[in-house]
Every structure is written in C-alpha cells, then in structure tokens.
C-alpha cells in the first residue's frame, strides 16, 4: 500500500485495479491513517466536490475514521448510499462522543425536556433537525427510524411536534416509537389511521401498553363484524405487544376477539397458552364464535404445552377439529397410555349432530392391545347393522396381520380398480402399523408378484403408500434378508415399462428413491439403479432436496452409490445427473470433495451448452468463487460473457470485469457461440463498478435496447434496470422518452410503445428523480397518463417539498399549454407530497390574470370551503398520513388528518379523493356526484345528454361538467326538467315529450 496518499487522485488511483470488497478495505485503512495523521478532512472535501463514485468513498472513509461531524452533516444527503453511511454513523457511535472532533465542539447547557445536554448532544440534535428542513419523503423515513430506538425521546417529540405541522400526521405517527411512553400514548390517538400495518409492530415494541390501550378503546367502540378487520390491520401490533403484556391481550381476544385468529398473533399463541391454557382453549372451542371452516390450527410445539397443562376445555377443542389433522397432532401430543380415555372423553363431550365416529386414521394412533380391542368391537358392531364393507375392511388394517390379510387380500378379487388401490392401500398400511420390517417385504413380494399386468392408477396407489410408510421401517424391509429390495425394484421398473405409465408415478418412483437414499447398506445402490432408470425413460434427472434429509456424510454415500452412474454419464459428455445432484445437496455439496472434484473434471468435458450450468455449480460456493473464478478464465478466457460468471465478476471480481464490457468479443473465443445474443452484467450490482465501467456497460446496454433481435419484453427490462446507474441511466432513458404531447422534434425512428412506456416507469429510480417530474407531469393528459402519473408519484418521493411546490405551482398556475388532466394529477401530488402550507402556496395563482387551480369534480351542494378554511385555520387540517411515505389522505371518514390545508383551494383539499364520490361527513357512506343544471339538451335524445354531461376522464372517472363536442340545437329543456327528478329522467332518455311519445 502507497505510503503517501493524501489526495483524492492519488487515492482513486490506487483503487482502480481493485476487486470491489479490496478497495473498502483499502478505503477504511487509508482513512485510518490519515485520520491519526491529521490530514482526513481535506481529503474528504475533495472527494466531495466530485461525482457520485467519490462521495460515497468519502462517506464511507469518513464512517471507518469516525468523522462523526463530516457525516451528521449528511444525514439529509439525497444520495441514498451516502445517507445510509450517515445513518449508520449516528447508530453505532456513542451519541456523547461522536462530535468530539466537530467544530463546536465546546460544551453547552441547554435547556430541553430532557435537561442539560452536553455540546455533542445539542449537535447531534441540531443535525437531526436540520436535515429534516424541507426533506424528501423517503429522508423524513430513514430519519423516523434513526430516533425509533428511544435514545432521543426528548428530540422525537419536539420532531413528532414539528412535522405534523409541517409535514402531516404520517411523519409524526413515524416517530412514535423513539417518543416517551406518555407522549405517544397521548399523541397515538390522534394519528393512529396514518400508521401502516407494519409500522404497529415497531411501536408496539417500544410502547406495548400505549397500543394496548388504544385497541381496548378502538374495539369497544366497533361492531362485531367490524372487529374481525380491525384484527387483521392491527395484528402485527397486537402480537408485539404479546410478549410484555400477554394477559391483555387475553382480555381483548376474549372480549373482543375476532372469529378466525389472525397470522401474527397465531404464531405467539405458544405464549399465550403458558400464561393460561384454559383461557385458549375455551376461546378456540367457543360454540358462539363463526370460525371459518378451515381455520388454521396450532402446530405440534402449541398441541404439547396444551397437553402438558390439561385444561378442562381441551375435549371440547379436540370435538371441534376431530375431522382434521389437528385431532391427529393433538392425539400424539398425548401419552399413549392417555390417548384411549382422552378420544372417550372427545366422543363424550361432541355434539349429536358432530358424527365423531372413531376410524381407523384415529384408532391407529392408540396402543396396540387397545386399537385392535377398539376395531374389533367396531367391526362387529358394523357387521350387526349391516354396515358397508369398506367401513369393515378400513378397521380390517388395525388387525393382526394373520387375522386381516386374508380378507384384504380376497378384497383384491374385485373388478373395480378403486378397489383394488384401496385394498392394497390397506394391507401396506396394516404391515405399517405393525412395525415389523418382515410384513413389509412380504407385502411388497405380493405387490411385485401381482402388479405386473395391472393399471397405471393402481401402481401408482400402491408406490404411493409406500412413500408414506416411515422411512426406518422401509429401509430395514428393503436392506434385510427378506426379498424386500429385489420386489421393491421389480415392481418400480415394471411401472416405468408400462405403456400407460403416468407423470405421476415416475414421481413416485423419484420420491422413493430419494428415500433409499439414506440408507446404508443396500438401499443406496438400488435407489441409484431406480434413478437410471429414471433417466433412461424421461431424458431429466430431478432428484428434489436432499440438503434437509442428509447430512454432510450422508452426501458422501450417496455420491459414493451414485459413483459409476456419474462416472459413465461423464464418459459419454453428459453432467446432467452430476448437476441434478450437486443442486439436491444445496449448500451440503460446498464441503463434499468427491462432487468438486467432478465439477472440475467436467468443465473439461461438457459441451458448450451446459458449460455454463456446470460453471455455475462450481462457482456456487461463496467462500471460494473469487478464486475459482480467475481459474476458469485463465482456462476458458471467453467465459467472461457467460451469465453466471459475469455476475461473480460483476458482484465480487470487479477488478476482472471489464474484458466483458468490451465493445467485441475475444476473436476465436468459444462464447458467445454464434447466433446469440450477448449476455451483460447484471446492473444491480452497477453502483460496485468504477464510473468507466458504468459508463461503458450502460453503452452496452444501449445497444442491446436499440437491438431489433431481442424481445421487447427483454429491452424494455433492460431499460428499467439500467436506470439506477448514475448519470449514464438517466441519459439512456431520455433517449427513449416520449415527447411532450405539444410536440418536439421530430425523430427518424420513433420509439415503441413499449420502450417509452419502460422509460416512463423507470424515470423515478434514477439518481436525479427530481428531474423526471416536469416530463411526467406534461405527459399525464394523454394515453401514457397512467404510467407518467405512477412513476411521478414515485418521483415526488426522493424530491425535496420546495422543489415539488415550486414545479406543481408552474403547472397548477399556467395560463395555457396545460390539459385539466395535468393540473389534477398536479393536485394530487401537492395532496400527497407536500405540507398543508405547501399545498395552498403550489395552488394559489401567481398574479391576478392566472388561470384558477382546477376543480375536482365534488357534490354540487357540498361547501366550498369548510369551517377550518372560513378560520383560516391551516392547523385545524393537518395534513395526514396515507400508507405510502410521504403524507397522504386519512382513511376514515370524517377525521381531518389526511385533509390538504384548510386554506387551500377546493381542488387541492379534494384531489385525494375520487373525483365522481364523495362521502358525507360523519357516516362513511360513498354518494354519487349530483348532475349539474342541464345545458342544452336534445328532446328525447337521453344517450346524447349524458355523455355530453358526463365525459369521461383518462383514467375512467366522470369529469362533471365537461361536455364532448355535439350538435349544438336550439330547443332547452323545460323548468320541470331542470329539478332534481324530472332533470334525471331527461338525463336517463325521458321528459314530457318522451313521455308524451310513449303514452302515445
């Protein structure tokens, strides 16, 4: 390492031959140095005042050095990565010491809620608050979460004050959790609607009991059938606040609870059965609660704590879910010395109509001395009837083999093949329940003996039942002295040469083959014999996952059994089978030498077309890629423009990238092979590369879009995803923007639909979104509206509220040039984006001959100001909190919290609503627009008055009062027919003289 780098050239110098993770390495130690030197500061000030690449290196210098003041001051920084290095500074430095080294450094007494603070204290605050001066959304959001942990609760209140002023209710709400426990509980009710579903668990993690309170106080205050809603938007709030205060929510679930138990609370109802069993219990078995029929039940772990304390209720929950598998789970989850009162307690304690009749599925989880006493009772109680054989033959299974399987095999004798699968379902399932390895492979003797000639669903039934015997058990039958692998192979290879073998039994004969191979002795080399097979007949090799099945040894021995396969499947140039089974050992095949080996070896074999899947595998393992990656190129040069290895070198070896950004590829190179297409680096990974290396892929990209060959669905991806890069991304989607509607230059070749609309999406995700406001705001009247009004909104996110309020004053202001449609989608976003304050000052008209801010379509007899706007009260109509970051309008009807400042226009106030409902104040319920007074209306002529009355918007709403372009006639409608009633019919086609005709 250069001993005296103290400049911003030097530095990237030094970095440029570096992979990505060396030169952070390299980065943080220079730093260190210069920081003990003294000499860090000017350094960072130079790379500053350079582009994108540099800043984020001076960021990241500044965080390894602790320069805690160079990176508070950018706490606010609209590039994203130089924000979260700032973040991440604020997070891990002690609060108190990380402005030691600032300018103001000296230590002042200042007077806050908290009491004094030290000088590092009130800088830290001081920087918090100035970068929420005129932040963008998604900075006001990185903030709320810097304050979230409680560490400045004092300095979260003061912030939650301000910026529901200045912001809306959704900021405030956002800072919640890092306010005091009696601030948040007193501030909660007031923004609670501006919170998102995952924002309740955050502050409930910080204040359980505050969100407890305000739940008891919402759910007293709704109906039943409104609570069950409620439950579900509230639910990760709820199960957060499990953990402090589980009694509660006890109380709530009892009192108030909903009929089926929402995900997030479901999955604490372990802690809720530790503090009271009984209380659980009762509420699941609660005959009164609507549960839906298929409600989700709890697992194995929450059956045995309900077990292991005994709550009386527990035979009533185990009647409620006898018909499903909840009743099983709940049975094992017994001593099987209780099971046998417990089911008689379950039958006692059911309902007649419940029909709890103990079959074989239940009987069989019982002892064996009890389950065959129990099904011989029932057999002859059934046979005293006259009950159904099959309900006989179901119980026959629970028996003795010498007692069962000659009447199960008689059963076979029938000539439907139902039958038969049933039968054979039984005699596999009573070898099962025996446990003895010797039944097992005396059935599957008899499955091979008379299966041969039988039909494909009966096969596969039988091979279907055997995946459901134990896998111990099915071993021990298979490796014994029985026979058992020999019928078991038989009856498999049979099934694959049968003509009318299914889909579904070479499944079958898969999954029990993966099943053999985890055994030891002889059931490895017959699963590796079934797998050839496999292959031979179907041309894929798929084994499934292996890596939850086996362990590290285990991969071993079945590589070990597998062996000669792979070995002649290589000799002919075939990896299939070597691929199909490093991808079933997963992670397992990283520390299996035998399977790298092979993967190596092949690389030297295989064709050009699976080249790069066995690349792939031998590059999987992260801890040595960067090495085995360099020798593979040093092999095969040209692989660097096969995908897999370009995302290695893209991700990890950037310092190797740029012979794949070469305008040709190698001469005489074994890729790309002819007639296809170039593959390039994935661009997510693009702020890693050198800005030359930016540059020179985005180059790449562009004429990979203007290439005609390729899909347009893959251009036009490929336009979105090079979007991020800076300055180049944004320079190729302005290539294939579309022009404003008023026109523009005319282009030779015009860009397709496709591209421009990609080009429109993708606008908001590049490093300048700000930018892409003015085009996509003139583009919002024409038929690109939706997707310039999507990624606008998107935009308006990253864009500081006076850049928004300066751009939509422009548009809401503009005398001429601009479509009504515009200035609505202009007011829309000051409704979401900006302050209340913000959104009047973006709507006033800027002199006295301005064209007046549209108005959205409202209720004709509504007001046009409220009372909040006749005060001039802007408080009064704060702005609030949609779902999305920045401030949207509330979501129950009736609250001021998502309303645009009282004194701003109507348009504006309205603009978050649908233009054509309005609700009435108080009671939710959605009206339609009332028409206004008639205009010129042709007698008779119904279907022409209304679309004349009512054009139709872009988007699909109804625009009151436009009227489409119609043959102006001199006849007005009557008075009668400009009142309310009489002005309907003559919209609908009617009037007097309609009238008049059809009485006639």
Known sequence: MPAMISTAGELLAALAPLPHAARLRFTAVTAHRLAARGDLRPLLVELDALGAYERRLGALAALAAGDAAYLLARLGDLDPVVRRYALRCAHRLPIAEAEDAAEDAAETEGEGEGGARTGADASFDRAVEAAYTDAPAVVRADLARLLRDGRRAALAERLARRVRVEYGDRDAALLLAGCSTEFAARLL???????????????????????????????????????????????????????????????????????????????????????????????????????????????????????????????????????????????????????????????????????????????GLLPAAEQRARARAAVDAIEAGDGSAGDVQDLLALFPPAEARPRLLAALATGDADDRSTAWSRLILNATLNRDPEQVAEVLAQAAGRLTNERDPVRRDVLRSLTLVPAPLLLTAVEGDSGGSESLERLCLDALRARDRSPATRDTIRTLAVTLLSGTASAPALAARLLEALT??????????????????????????????????????????????????????????????????????????????????????????????????????????????????????????????????????????????????????????????????????????????????????????????????????????????????????????????????????????????????????????????????????????????ALLHSVLTRETGVKVTVRKAAARLAVRHLPPGGRHRAAVPGGPDARRPPRCARHRRGPRHGAAARRGDVGAAGGGGGRGTGTGTARRPGRAAGGAGAGAPAAVRRAGRAPCVRRRRGDGVPRPVRPRRLGPVRAGGGRRARDGLHGQHQDGQALVGEQRPQRAVPLRAPASARRCGAGQRAVRGGGPAAGARRGR
Request: hydrophobic content about 50%.
């Open 536 to 805: 031979a007949y179907t041309g894929s090799v798929e084994l499934g996952a292996l890596e939850g099945s086996l362990r590290a040894d285990g991969v071993r021995s079945v590589v070990g059994a597998l062996g000669p396969w792979l070995d002649r499947s290589a000799a002919r140039g075939e990896v299939a089978p070597l691929l199909a089974l490093v991808a079933s050992c997963g992670r397992l095949a990283y520390g299996v030498p035998e399977l790298q080996d092979r993967l190596e070896k092949a690389l030297a074999v295989c064709s050009d077309g699976s080249f790069g899947d066995v690349a792939a595998a031998w590059l999987a393992d992260p801890a040595t890629r960067g090495v085995r990656v360099v020798a593979l190129l040093d092999r095969e040069p040209s692989a660097v423009f096969l995908p897999p290895v370009l995302a290695v070198l893209a991700a990890e070896r950037t310092d190797l990238l740029d012979p794949a950004l070469a305008e040709s590829s190698l001469p005489g190179g074994r890729f790309p092979a002819a007639g296809t297409v170039r593959a390039l680096p994935p661009f997510r990974h693009a702020d890693r590369w050198l800005p030359r290396q930016q540059e020179a892929a985005v180059r790449l990209a562009a004429t990979a879009v203007a290439d005609p060959d390729r899909g347009i669905d893959e251009r036009a991806a490929l336009l979105r995803a090079v979007a991020p890069v800076p300055a180049h991304g944004r320079a190729l989607l302005q290539q294939y923007a579309p022009p404003p509607p008023d026109g523009g230059p005319a282009t030779d070749s015009p860009v397709e639909p496709a591209l421009a609309a990609a080009a429109l999406d993708a606008a908001a995700h590049t490093d300048d979104p700000v930018s892409a406001l003015t085009p996509l705001l003139d583009l919002a009247g024409d038929d690109r509206a939706v997707a310039a009004w999507s990624a606008a909104d998107r935009a308006a996110l990253h864009a500081r509220p006076s850049q928004v309020a």
């Open 189 to 363: 009710p007031e923004v609670a609607d501006a919170l998102a579903y995952e924002d309740w668990g955050t502050l409930a993690r910080r204040h359980p009991l505050a969100v407890l309170d305000h739940a008891e106080r919402e759910l007293a205050s709704l109906t039943r059938w409104l609570r069950n809603s409620w439950w579900k938007r509230y639910a990760t709030g709820l199960a957060t606040a499990l953990a402090a205060a589980p009694e509660r929510v006890l109380d709530l679930l009892e009192t108030y609870g909903p009929d089926d138990l929402p995900g997030p609370v479901h999955d604490r109802l372990a802690e809720l059965v530790a503090v009271d069993a009984e209380r659980v219990a009762r509420w699941f078995a609660d005959p009164d609660r609507a549960a839906g029929r298929w409600e989700r039940t709890p697992g194995p772990a929450v059956m045995r704590r309900l077990v292991a304390a005994e709550p009386p209720s527990l035979p009533a929950l185990g009647a409620l879910w006898f018909h499903r598998n909840a009743f099983r789970t709940l049975l094992r989850a017994l001593p099987p010395a209780r099971r046998g009162a417990f089911l008689d307690s379950v039958v006692a304690v059911a309902p007649p109509r419940r029909n709890l009749r103990a079959h074989s599925g239940v009987l």
